[in-house]
């Protein structure tokens, strides 16, 4: 394969990636989520670093989920927002945790708009 046909199809699937899906989680309604990217692995990689002092109070995958995590435009949150959700995430029921996981890995409980109510 060129080079130039490469470059082109990694790029288009990097859009692709960004696009958002809508997931119904548990107790919280309709979420919108991007798919995981290297770079989000990445993030994961480097909270799972974190103080145990920062660990034993947030956890680890509150503040990595919350990645994952999106608007309806596929935006993510910003820094000060992931902050105040990561915590918050960390309290939610495991399915909460797997709805938005299995979203971002394909696997999606996906909500037709007329169900959502949009």
């Given at each position: 394969m060129k080079i130039e046909d490469l470059v082109a199809r990694l790029e288009s699937n990097a859009v692709a990636a960004s696009t958002p899906v809508?997931?119904?989680v548990p107790?919280?309604?309709?979420?919108?989520?991007?798919?995981?990217?290297?770079?989000?692995?990445?993030?994961?990689?480097?909270?799972?670093?974190?103080s145990s002092d920062e660990k034993n109070e947030i956890g680890v995958f509150g503040p990595s989920i919350v990645r994952l995590?999106?608007?309806?435009?596929?935006t993510r949150f910003t820094a000060s927002e992931e902050k105040l959700l990561g915590p918050l995430l960390s309290k939610q029921p495991e399915d909460v945790f797997h709805a938005i996981v299995e979203a971002s890995d394909g696997n999606s409980r996906k909500v037709e708009a007329t169900e959502s109510g949009n």
């Open positions: 809508q997931v119904d107790g919280l309604g309709v979420l919108y989520v991007r798919k995981r990217t290297v770079k989000e692995f990445e993030a994961m990689a480097s909270i799972s670093g974190a995590l999106c608007n309806e435009d596929g």
